[in-house]
């Protein structure tokens, strides 16, 4: 799930009362095409932006500087605490002053990091070499009770810690040598270094109890840290990455309107922003101050069709809408070509496991009548709830709409409030949308929404088949089988299941042009929060 802005402030108050109106009379095509237009959405700077984020990464680092960095999200549960780390923020500061045994690339696979070598027979037991010469920011070297602490403490309760549930599969750890440590798992799991690579899982020293210090083996080392307000980070001079980090201090704080953090950047008062809206690109690019940095494909808003209740039980129906997709034109009006056209799969083009020879689904109003006349449904009209609590959902409502009456089906778009959709509608009507997050691997997308008994499951879909190949591909150690597995269950999904999914999209930062060394990461905006120990200051 992803909470996002009011419908007016996206759009602004005018057009918002506009498009209520076009919601309660049905949507024609001039209607769309005047509502995407009038929220600013053309098709425009791509090449720029394009231009920008290979330009970033041309330059020779340089060490020294400091930056100032916003994001939308602080508050006074700011931790530093990784186990209880929970928003962007509290990530970003995660990466500054800690690391875990490794770290997951720009396709999300896990690299080496604390962990210079991992390995498994069996992918229930795991042995891991740590590194030689690290240490903690107070002089203490890392050693294997270091990793068992931080590792087991996530199983206890009274930790609190947001990662429980991943780490209920780890039955023990174990200081296995000098700098060795085994992890025995309750059952197989190969993903289980990616696991160790989010956030939650960095490591702390042996017996933290107060983490206000911040005391890691990270890039840079707390001089100031006030929850709610800011932290200011510093080099740690003997970082065990040899030339890194390449930055003297960097400031982190929370602006929650984004108005006022492109404001900020464009007065040269911030250096990098996150999360920022579309309709601010051509400012910021046309600024001469600032870039936009583009990651494609770090969430989806998908059409939910509940499977076992309402139009959605009818197969047939379910192709059809799927059909009345028409997915480059949506993502190049809705999101300003920010994002990449997905095929009803929820594996996305940068991870390691996304199945390409998945046939691309076609905008085809002409199959779609054949099915939706197949599915025989009625002519009574057929409710669509959406939300600007779903990114963008609304707009695919409307031209969904659209597309649909040139089927011969008419879609009742209903808008909720932002405030208590993802309680109160959420998976409770027979057709909504859903926003979903990039998660850190393709078994943890596929268990959390897809799975038959996963309380997330959207759709409400149910296939034995996929189920298996499921708990197999998490126990499969050889990378070809296991692909063909994940390549088979986006098959499934793709052909069977209640979930359309248009389009992938993009997570937009706003850079100074001085600014180098920001690399696209599936996890989201900033590198996936990674971007303190990576980026620097150009002359």
Not at 133 to 161: C, E, I, Y
Not at 256 to 284: K, Q, W
Not at 397 to 407: D, G, I
Not at 456 to 472: P, Y
Request: proline fraction near 6%.
């Amino acid at each position: 799930m992803e909470h996002d802005k009011p419908l007016a402030s996206i759009v602004g108050p005018h057009e918002s009362t506009r498009i209520m109106g076009v919601l309660q009379r049905g949507a024609s095509r001039r209607d769309v095409l005047a509502m995407l237009t009038a929220a600013g959405m053309q098709v425009t700077l791509a090449g720029a932006i394009a231009s920008a984020a290979a330009s970033a990464q041309a330059a020779t680092p340089r060490k020294g500087g400091r930056i100032r960095v916003a994001g939308p999200v602080s508050g006074v549960s700011d931790t530093l605490d990784p186990a209880k780390q929970s928003n962007q923020a509290d990530y970003a500061r995660g990466f500054m002053f800690y690391n875990g045994l490794t770290v997951l690339d720009g396709s999300l696979t896990p690299q080496p990091s604390l962990a210079e070598e991992f390995a498994t027979k069996d992918a229930k037991t795991w042995v891991f070499k740590l590194r030689n010469g690290v240490t903690f920011h107070d002089g203490k070297p890392l050693t294997p009770a270091d990793v068992v602490f931080s590792l087991m403490r996530h199983k206890n309760p009274a930790t609190g810690s947001k990662a429980k549930v991943l780490a209920d599969q780890i039955e023990a750890v174990t200081a296995s040598g000098p700098n060795e440590v085994t992890i025995r798992l309750a059952a197989p799991n190969a993903d289980l270094p990616a696991i160790l690579g989010t956030y939650h899982f960095h490591i702390v020293k042996d017996g933290t109890t107060d983490f206000n210090a911040g005391i890691g083996t990270g890039p840079y080392k707390v001089k100031e840290f006030r929850p709610g307000v800011r932290s200011i980070a510093v080099r740690n001079e003997n970082y065990w990455k040899p030339g890194r980090p390449y930055l003297d201090e960097i400031e982190y704080v929370g602006i929650a309107d984004e108005p006022a953090r492109v404001n900020a950047l464009l007065a040269g008062e911030l250096d990098l922003i996150g999360t920022v809206n579309p309709r601010s690109i051509d400012r910021i690019n046309g600024s001469g101050k600032a870039t936009i940095f583009e990651t494609k494909g770090v969430s989806y808003t998908d059409l939910i069709m509940r499977r076992d209740s309402g139009p959605g039980a009818n197969p047939d129906f379910v192709v059809a809408m799927k059909l009345l997709f028409n997915r480059e034109q949506m993502l190049k009006s809705i999101q300003l070509g920010r994002g990449v056209v997905a095929n009803d799969q929820p594996i996305n083009p940068a991870n390691r496991f996304f199945f390409k020879g998945l046939p691309q689904r076609p905008y085809d109003a002409d199959k779609a009548k054949w099915h939706l006349k197949k599915a025989n449904l009625g002519s009574a009209a057929i409710p669509v709830v959406a939300s600007p609590a779903a990114t963008s959902s609304v707009e695919m409502a409307l031209v969904l709409q659209y597309t649909a009456r040139q089927a011969g089906l008419n879609l009742e778009v209903r808008n909720m409030p932002a405030d208590g959709y993802w309680s109160q509608h959420w998976m409770k009507h027979p057709i909504s949308f859903g926003n979903v997050n990039t998660r850190p691997t393709a078994d943890l997308a596929m268990t959390l929404f897809f799975k038959s008994d996963a309380p997330w499951n959207e759709a409400g879909w149910k296939n034995e088949k996929f189920d298996q190949l499921l708990v197999a591909a998490r126990a499969e150690t050889d990378v070809a089988r296991r692909t063909q597995m994940y390549a088979d269950m986006q098959t499934l999904i793709n052909h069977d299941g209640g979930i359309g999914i248009p389009m992938f999209l993009s997570s937009l930062d706003g850079q100074n042009v001085k600014l180098k060394g920001l690399q696209p990461n599936s996890l989201g905006g900033m590198m996936g929060s990674n971007f303190a120990e990576n980026v620097w200051l150009e002359s």
